[in-house]
T-cell receptor, first 114, second 112 residues
């Protein structure tokens, strides 16, 4: 069964901490994405990557960075966590061909910053 | 830019009722259209998709037809179950692009 695995289901971090959210996919997909999901706001794209070592900003990149050193792994980094970054974070992947495939999502990481 | 508009929720139904969740879109070209479902505490799962006009996507009793003339992709199910309670997202992928644009989601609550 193909999968996108997010390393933690729940995380609690303190304000100012550097936080790493990890995502691994086993489908050899070229594209990977990070979203955050908040009540009433839907899904908002933070960053995405079309290839190893390549990244592009999404709609809300401020306060975040990403790393993609290997094709299967896409990490989201909160440089200095703030309470406004308390949210559900969703990772997704898709193959490189034209967008008829859709995404495969991970189960999400619910991050609380205190 | 491209956008997806979904009906506001929650949609509250009794078991075995008929379900419609409306979705309309704005896009250039010929997008692919998707419905995703999110059960409580989980990530999103692809429910069904349609990649060209007049295609019908179907899965688990859910259906949606790609209507280019009305720019719509409404989700329907003839008889809902309590286990269908979830949030449903409509999404599109524009021609030649690999990013999905999501609607804000519609929560469905089904009572016994």
């Amino acid at each position: 069964d193909v999968k996108v695995t997010q390393s933690s289901r729940y995380l609690v971090k303190r304000t100012g901490e550097k936080v790493f959210l990890e995502c691994v996919q086993d489908m050899d997909h070229e594209n990977m994405f990070w979203y955050r999901q908040d009540p009433g706001l839907g899904l908002r794209l933070i960053y995405f990557s079309y290839d190893v070592k390549m990244k592009e900003k999404g709609d809300i990149p401020e306060g975040y960075s990403v790393s993609r050193e290997k094709k299967e792994r896409f990490s989201l980094i909160l440089e200095s966590a703030s309470t406004s970054q308390t949210s559900m974070y969703l990772c997704a992947s898709s193959p490189a061909q034209e967008g008829t495939h859709g995404y495969t999502f991970g189960s999400g990481t619910r991050l609380t910053v205190v | 830019g491209d956008s997806v508009t979904q009906m506001e929720g929650p949609v509250t139904l009794s078991e075995e009722a008929f379900l419609t969740i409306n979705c309309t879109y704005t896009a250039t070209g010929y997008p692919s259209l998707f419905w995703y479902v999110q059960y409580p505490g989980e990530g999103l799962q692809l429910l069904l998709k349609a990649t060209k006009a007049d295609d019908k996507g179907s899965n688990k009793g859910f259906e949606a037809t790609y209507r280019k003339e009305t720019t719509s992709f409404h989700l329907e199910k003839g008889s809902v179950q309590v286990s269908d309670s979830a949030v449903y997202f409509c999404a599109l992928s524009s021609t030649g692009f690999q990013k999905l644009v999501f609607g804000t989601g519609t929560r469905l609550l089904v009572s016994p």
